[in-house]
């Protein structure tokens, strides 16, 4: 990044503050200055005495024999350093890792740079500190002490204890990439508390020996680290959630750490003003992504279990969270909306790709691996009603499930808060699947920092199915850096009766209404421009939607094609243009694929849009 840009970047940043980040900001800077005897006070800390009741382990038997098959082959390739990033990205990390290396470009970060030096947002040679920071989240070693005690197999836990101890000697505290986030810090520590927690349900006392130490050299500083340096004003989103998430985990575990932290009661207060406030009325994430809905929620149950929350107005907020993922989110081909880094917090689920299945599973009360592990989701929701749209006013969604269809519709908010950071331009966004096939798609997210020209690309007004104006993107809001928006939008409006949702969207001098209208094999939408101005439409397919030569068709009429199924989408547009082009799209964190968008261009009095099935 040039200094132009990154002085840009500052002044920026610095407009979406208040004062009293400000202030807060300039504290941070004093701890920096201060570090040095902060470290040192920190080893004073000796007596963690473990409160064995603090993070139960279910009961062996309730694993099935293919959990234990699946356990046994993810720590194969774990051990032989063949790891999969992300869900999907198969890459070689070494044994022990390379925990300073992003893999996807072979590039090593310095490991000797203090971490307040070090510009994580902008990493040589195309790295992504976002890809670093997976292999260093330590979830790989709590999926081998699970296997490792489930299997009885205490090699492959030796092994984890030792990759530990090489991450602390390559690690210092302050130093290196590693050290760079709290958030990171804190995800660390909650895996580490599951890992300990593991260890001793083994019982050997080799392990045990080398436990003893780990817990020495690692809780201390990364509980009193968070705590030091913990999100706060226009940066306090999901890092605070993980954040002071970590600090109860781990402090319930080792209570001894109230000394250096606040005690766990204050910040289970602090916690559960945070659930409520980046949580809305309706149970949906104010960052208006629903994969960081999911690690919201997830980050939150870890602590709201350890502290046998079970009823009140934080529970309730979270069973309105579980019931809202359940509703927006669609199994087989998920295409969230909003960004998506398919982070998880612990590896329970038993594949990860497979994630959103599992977790859509145990909010529906459905005995499974991840309710072994983490027990009964909070209050099962309740399946949408047939035949009508399921409505979630504040957060701006709406979601129908009828007849083999679901469609997700997008009236919300920009993102939370002033710098909104994890929210995309899509409003009026309308994503259809039919059964487990996606047809129109949300792009993704594709990258953070390593490619930051791709995520501009598929969080502007172009790569969602929106109305917008002709021949360019509107101008605002403005985005400086992968998680920095200026100038947001307002808020449309959505209203839902039976089979019909309206959405208006009102912005830079244009009125746009979008109406879906859903009957048994079709669904039908229409889309208008209240101030008569031409507008287009761009819609977005699945990859793996092939289009049948449109050519020799009428104008405006595609056939798709899936999987030996066909659809017509035929657009009703007087006087408008057709055109197919290619464009990048996303379905997992850094993996990229190419997709067919067809643009309607020059629409002048409205559009009519109908999806409906053809006989195969």
């Excluded at 963690?48 to 038997?61: D, Y």
């Excluded at 039908?524 to 287009?536: H, N």
Aim: negative net charge; proline residues 5%; hydrophobic residues 40%.
């Amino acid at each position: 990044m040039s200094l132009v840009k990154k002085l840009s970047w500052y002044r920026h940043r610095l407009s979406a503050m208040t004062m009293a980040e400000v202030r807060y900001r300039l504290v941070a800077k004093w701890r920096v200055w201060t570090e040095g005897g902060f470290l040192e006070d920190i080893q004073s800390l000796e007596s963690l005495a473990v409160n064995t009741k603090a993070l139960r382990l279910p009961e062996l038997s309730a694993f099935s024999n293919s959990y234990r098959h699946q356990l046994a082959l993810d720590a194969k390739l774990l051990l032989k350093g063949e790891w999969q990033l992300f869900g999907w990205k198969n890459v070689d990390v070494g044994a022990p890792p390379c925990w300073h290396r992003d893999p996807a470009f072979g590039t090593v970060i310095d490991p000797d740079i203090p971490a307040h030096r070090l510009n994580h947002r902008d990493l040589p040679s195309g790295a992504d500190a976002r890809t670093i920071w997976e292999i260093n989240r330590w979830a790989e070693m709590t999926r081998l002490a699970m296997h490792g005690w489930i299997n009885h197999d205490l090699d492959a836990i030796r092994t984890a204890q030792l990759w530990i101890e090489d991450w602390c000697d390559r690690n210092p505290p302050g130093v290196g990439i590693n050290w760079t986030s709290a958030l990171e810090v804190a995800l660390r520590l909650i895996n580490f508390t599951w890992f300990d927690t593991l260890v001793s349900a083994v019982g050997d006392s080799t392990l045990n020996s080398a436990q003893i130490k780990l817990v020495k050299r690692i809780v201390p500083i990364h509980a009193a680290w968070i705590w030091r340096y913990r999100s706060n004003g226009s940066s306090a989103n999901n890092h605070l959630l993980g954040e002071l998430s970590a600090l109860i985990v781990s402090g319930s575990r080792w209570p001894a750490l109230e000394k250096i932290i606040c005690s766990i009661d204050k910040t289970w207060q602090k916690l559960g003003h945070e659930i409520l406030r980046q949580f809305g009325e309706d149970g949906g994430s104010r960052e208006q992504a629903l994969h960081y809905h999911l690690f919201g929620f997830d980050l939150a149950w870890q602590a709201a279990r350890v502290m046998g929350c079970k009823a009140g107005p934080v529970y309730d907020r979270l069973a309105l969270a579980a019931t809202f993922f359940a509703d927006l989110s669609q199994k087989g081909e998920p295409w969230d909306f909003g960004d998506n880094d398919d982070a998880q917090v612990v590896p329970v689920t038993a594949v990860r790709a497979n994630a959103v299945q599992e977790w859509q599973d145990w909010f529906n009360g459905e005995q499974g691996v991840l309710q072994a592990w983490l027990g009964m989701s909070p209050i099962p929701p309740q399946l949408i009603a047939s035949n009508e749209w399921r409505t979630y006013s504040t957060s701006g969604m709406a979601a129908f499930r009828s007849h083999g269809w679901f469609a997700r519709l997008d009236a919300s908010p920009l993102g939370f808060g002033s710098i909104a950071a994890h929210g995309h331009c899509d409003a009026l966004h309308l994503s259809i699947w039919d059964a487990d096939y996606a047809l129109l798609i949300d792009p993704g997210t594709g990258s953070y920092y390593g490619n930051v020209e791709l995520r501009e690309e598929l969080a502007r007004w172009d790569a969602h199915n929106g109305p917008q104006p002709v021949d360019k993107c509107f101008e605002t809001p403005r985005r400086h850096g992968p998680f920095l928006q200026l100038a947001h939008h307002s808020s449309p409006t959505l209203v839902t009766e039976g089979t019909t949702a309206i959405a208006r969207f009102e912005h830079e001098n244009h009125a746009f209404q979008r109406q879906v209208l859903l009957h048994g094999e079709s669904i039908e939408i229409r889309d208008t421009e209240d101030l008569q101005k031409p507008f287009s439409i761009h819609w977005c397919l699945a990859p793996e939607c092939t289009i049948v030569d449109h050519l020799s068709l009428k104008p405006g009429r595609f056939i798709l094609h899936r999987n030996e199924r066909q659809w017509e989408l035929f657009m009703d547009a007087p006087g408008a243009t057709f055109s197919v082009i290619t464009r990048r799209v996303s379905p997992f964190y850094g993996q990229i694929q190419e997709s067919k968008i067809i643009i309607v261009s020059g629409i002048q009095s409205g559009i009519a849009t109908r999806l409906r099935r053809l006989a195969t």
